[in-house]
């Protein structure tokens, strides 16, 4: 009988669940959006139970659709928005707080004294991470210290900390396993990286109780078995979990040292193949653990950049300029050029290779004939550079040529985006047939521990390409465009200085 592997993707805006044969086709799939809390500006949190509540939904959906019982399926992956962090009861099972989303800034203060203090080169050097509020660290630190009685109950043992993952795992297993992988570990700030284990020092820095962290294992592994039997009449193994963006290099046949991704979602995350080298960058690339060709731990490099689709987003439902993300493409082929208008959109600060927290979005060269077109297309065009300032920064840092990058997420579909990304870049660029990477990529980690597939070269054939986008603009006038786009930056950093 032919089985199949069910894939939970917890992202930050919905939760997808999609089931692979195993030829790779997406067999069927759901999906649902979930509450976002801003309860203070730049603020953003989610109810994790709310969040379960969206996994059981789509779960229950999606083997309605297939038309699969619990034992059809070879085993479950998980991967999911990293970072985002979650506190609970261990008896109750109850959260303590809302999750404090990656995006939100409520521990800015916290991470300033960090740097303050002296301590940025330390945790660098153990975690690979810049100190920001992105990481979980700094938002345990906040919970622990904001919600009454949460440090005297970690210090007893009675609380647990995940990320998303990490949850649902506890969830699925009725508090059976409290575990992550080392993808999700190594977004905490606080393991680290080298030896692989969760750093005492830090967490002494951090006054966080190990007591309260779960164990950490590869993603391709033994995580217990389903024990929720409202939806699972029968047991399905755990064995693939990762966070998205590296569930996603694996997604993509990234496998080997050099091979790059860019998944253009709510944010972009452009990572890097780097092996067993953990490359130290400079300038403001992070140093993060991903899986090698066995599903074993390798690492990578990453440049984070906080705003792109949602800049889309922004175009919609904000200046409410067009009614569908998809409506940016057209407007920006009809026009020659950006007619000489730049944004940088900056909403909540800068990523890579940045690292502003303090900027704010800017808009240049506007003049009486700037229209929606020219928004739409300076929009798109501030995706490609973005992206372009990682890309440059790896190729200086790792000393390695990328000649070709691997595409994927919402707006990968955008035709002008990605032509105008391989023009910005001047390498070609190959989008895969099947755009659910993040997904693909959890399922083959979660099917290679089972042997359901064999190893790696089994998979390699899955990956087909959609789109190829081949560089074709004069270097004069791409130097042209991306100098102008760097003096944007760099005028918008100076407006915004204190
Ligand atoms: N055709 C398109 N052109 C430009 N942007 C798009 C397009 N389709 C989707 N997007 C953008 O991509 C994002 C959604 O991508 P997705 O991969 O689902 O994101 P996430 O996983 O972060 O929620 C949205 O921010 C949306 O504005
Ligand atoms: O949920 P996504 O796809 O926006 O991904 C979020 C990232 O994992 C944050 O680091």
């Given at each position: 009988m032919e089985k199949y592997i069910l894939v939970i993707d917890q992202g930050t805006t919905s939760t997808r669940a999609i089931l692979f044969d195993k030829e790779g086709n997406d067999v069927a799939k759901a999906q649902e959006e979930f509450p976002q809390y801003f309860p203070q500006p730049s603020w953003v949190e989610h109810d994790a139970n709310e969040i379960w509540?969206?996994?059981?939904?789509?779960?229950?959906?999606?083997?309605?659709?297939?038309?699969?019982?619990?034992?059809?399926?070879?085993?479950?992956?998980?991967?999911?928005?990293?970072?985002?962090?979650?506190?609970?009861?261990k008896e109750s099972g109850m959260p303590i707080h809302h999750a404090l989303v990656w995006q939100s800034r409520q521990t800015n203060q916290i991470t300033?004294?960090?740097?303050?203090?002296?301590?940025?080169?330390?945790?660098?050097?153990?975690?690979?991470?810049?100190?920001?509020?992105?990481?979980?660290?700094?938002?345990?630190?906040?919970?622990?210290?904001?919600?009454?009685?949460?440090?005297v109950r970690a210090e007893n043992g009675e609380l647990l900390f995940?990320?998303?993952?990490?949850?649902?795992?506890?969830?699925?297993?009725?508090?059976?396993?409290?575990?992550?992988?080392?993808?999700?570990?190594?977004?905490?700030?606080?393991?680290?990286?080298?030896e692989l284990v969760w750093d005492d020092e830090l967490l002494?820095?951090?006054?966080?109780?190990?007591?309260?962290?779960?164990?950490?294992?590869?993603?391709?592994?033994?995580?217990?078995?389903?024990?929720?039997?409202?939806?699972?009449?029968?047991?399905?193994?755990?064995?693939?979990?990762?966070?998205?963006?590296?569930?996603?290099?694996?997604?993509?046949?990234?496998?080997?040292?050099?091979?790059?991704?860019?998944?253009?979602?709510?944010?972009?995350?452009?990572?890097?193949?780097?092996?067993?080298?953990?490359?130290?960058?400079?300038?403001?690339?992070?140093?993060?653990?991903?899986?090698n060709d066995k599903g074993d731990v390798c690492y990578a490099l990453?440049?984070?950049?906080?705003?792109?689709?949602?800049?889309?987003?922004?175009?919609?439902d904000g200046l409410k300029i067009i009614k569908d993300s998809i409506d940016t493409q057209k407007m920006a082929y009809e026009l020659a050029s950006n007619e000489g208008v730049y944004i940088v959109p900056a909403f909540v600060g800068l990523g890579a290779p940045y690292w502003d927290s303090n900027v704010r979005g800017a808009i240049f060269g506007v003049t009486r004939g700037t229209s929606r077109q020219t928004f739409a297309r300076a929009t798109l065009e501030s995706i490609a550079y973005q992206t372009k300032d990682v890309v440059e920064t790896m190729v200086q840092e790792t000393g390695l040529a990328i000649t070709q990058m691997k595409v994927d997420g919402g707006a990968s579909k955008n035709?002008?985006?990605?032509?105008?990304?391989?023009?910005?870049?001047?390498?070609?660029?190959?989008?895969?047939?099947?755009?659910e990477t993040t997904a693909m990529g959890a399922a083959y980690l979660a099917g290679l521990k089972t042997g359901f597939w064999q190893d790696t070269e089994e998979i390699r054939h899955i990956w087909q390409v959609d789109g190829s986008f081949y560089p074709d603009m004069p270097e004069t006038k791409r130097?042209?465009?991306?100098?102008?786009?760097?003096?944007?930056?760099?005028a918008a950093q100076f407006f915004h200085q204190d």
């Open positions: 509540q969206s996994v059981l939904n789509v779960i229950t959906k999606v083997m309605e659709e297939g038309q699969i019982k619990p034992s059809d399926l070879d085993s479950i992956g998980i991967t999911n928005q990293r970072e985002t962090t979650v506190i609970w009861d300033d004294k960090l740097v303050k203090d002296g301590h940025e080169d330390f945790i660098r050097n153990r975690t690979g991470l810049k100190v920001n509020s992105y990481f979980s660290a700094t938002k345990v630190m906040w919970l622990l210290d904001e919600i009454p009685q949460a440090r995940g990320t998303i993952d990490t949850w649902l795992i506890w969830k699925l297993t009725e508090g059976k396993v409290h575990a992550t992988d080392y993808t999700n570990a190594s977004r905490t700030m606080m393991f680290n990286i080298h002494e820095l951090y006054r966080i109780p190990k007591a309260i962290l779960p164990e950490v294992k590869a993603s391709s592994d033994d995580y217990g078995q389903t024990e929720y039997y409202h939806v699972f009449s029968d047991p399905v193994r755990i064995t693939g979990v990762a966070g998205d963006q590296q569930a996603a290099l694996f997604g993509q046949n990234c496998f080997e040292p050099g091979n790059v991704k860019n998944t253009y979602g709510t944010g972009s995350f452009i990572l890097m193949n780097t092996g067993d080298k953990a490359v130290n960058s400079e300038n403001g690339l992070l140093t993060t653990l991903a899986c990453e440049g984070s950049v906080f705003v792109t689709g949602s800049a889309i987003q922004w175009l919609r035709e002008f985006l990605m032509a105008f990304q391989a023009d910005m870049l001047n390498i070609p660029i190959f989008r895969p047939l099947i755009n130097n042209l465009y991306y100098d102008k786009w760097r003096r944007a930056v760099e």
